[in-house]
């Protein structure tokens, strides 16, 4: 439980789109609230997006309309669909898992992932 592994950063140019992955398990899908953070060089991680066990998305309003999170129906993986990319999406994506038993401000259970790069760029 608390499986967590990221795919699909990489270079893309600005009005880009680019498709992260997050691979979990049915034990960690059943238990906890996945979704995404981001933090740029020398900055702090934000909240991106996450999907709830009931399948109810969320969004920060910086990427509200451009990113579109959602559950792989032929894997257990959460999926973040980037579009419009800007530069300053620019930062390390990181997969997030918070216990659906805890308030969201509780985080010291949080599993994370190790981080995929995202760069939009010329």
């Known amino acids: 439980q608390g499986y967590l592994a990221e795919s699909g950063g990489g270079l893309v140019q600005p009005g880009g789109s680019l498709r992260l992955s997050c691979a979990t398990d049915e034990g960690t899908l059943g238990i906890y609230d996945v979704g995404w953070y981001r933090q740029a060089p020398g900055g702090q991680r934000e909240f991106v997006a996450t999907m709830t066990k009931q399948g109810v998305a969320e969004y920060a309003n910086s990427v509200k309309g451009r990113f579109t999170i959602s559950r792989d129906k032929d894997k257990t993986a959460i999926s973040l669909q980037m579009t419009n990319l800007q530069p300053a999406d620019t930062a390390t994506y990181y997969c997030?898992?918070?216990?659906?038993?805890?308030?969201?401000?509780?985080?010291?259970?949080?599993?994370w992932g190790q981080g995929t790069q995202v760069t939009v760029s010329l």
């Open positions: 997030n898992a918070h216990p659906i038993t805890l308030p969201r401000e509780r985080i010291e259970y949080d599993r």
